[in-house]
């Protein structure tokens, strides 16, 4: 791969230049400013994980920043490890303490994301109009089902989850669009994918902050 390869994949951007995507470079913002918020609201809890969450999504923030400044392969993958990380890391808090499993089983859960998401992209990638976002959809489905999972035993945290699934699917519709609404809006919407994000990911980290203290 050559990592200096330049990546134009949003509608903002027009040109290779390092301000080619203002609002999508700055509305990444919006994980920073979320990552802070939850920091403040978990600190001093006793919640190791928690703070590992919001350390990871202020690090989304950054990544995701490089890559629509830089737009280029490295800055892609930096946009994209950190965002797996978050995935992984709240999957194992959600087995640790929603499902109540051991630690290793709990990582042995985890480690399951992995093949199902290598089953399930290709499922949603054969429908044609999501596009990139083929990649993203197996999530919301993930968290659905821990929801459903979660209905009896703990209601409050499966009504918390489902809300979050609600905000991932609107922030990907959003996502999904921007391309194809380019031609009628230039500015694309790419940029509300960011904000929706960083309220989403922010949010999960209640979900798991509201779990653990009740």
């Not at 080619?20 to 913002?29: D, G, I, Q, R, V």
């Not at 990139?132 to 197996?138: I, N, T, V």
């Not at 459903?148 to 609107?170: F, H, Q, S």
């Not at 904000?195 to 209640?206: A, S, T």
Request: include cysteine.
């Amino acid at each position: 791969m050559n990592w200096t390869q330049q990546v134009d994949a949003y509608c903002e951007r027009v040109d290779p230049s390092y301000w080619s995507e203002p609002l999508n470079a700055l509305t990444n913002a919006a994980f920073l400013i979320a990552a802070f918020i939850m920091w403040r609201r978990v600190r001093g809890q006793g919640l190791p994980l928690a703070n590992a969450l919001c350390a990871v999504l202020a690090v989304i923030g950054i990544g995701s920043y490089l890559f629509h400044t830089h737009a280029t392969n490295w800055a892609s993958t930096a946009d994209v490890l950190p965002i797996l990380a978050y995935i992984l890391l709240f999957i194992f808090a959600a087995n640790r303490h929603f499902l109540n499993l051991g630690r290793w089983p709990a990582l042995g859960m985890t480690a399951l994301f992995i093949p199902y998401a290598a089953a399930t992209v290709p499922l949603f990638a054969m429908l044609p109009w999501l596009g990139s976002s083929a990649g993203y959809a197996p999530v919301p489905l993930l968290i659905l089902i821990y929801a459903l999972i979660l209905r009896r035993t703990a209601p409050e945290t499966a009504k918390g989850l489902a809300i979050g699934v609600g905000i991932l699917i609107l922030s990907l519709t959003f996502r999904t669009v921007d391309e194809p609404l380019c031609a009628s809006f230039p500015l694309g919407t790419h940029f509300m994918w960011h904000i929706l994000n960083g309220v989403m990911l922010g949010w999960m980290i209640e979900v798991y902050r509201r779990h653990m203290v009740a």
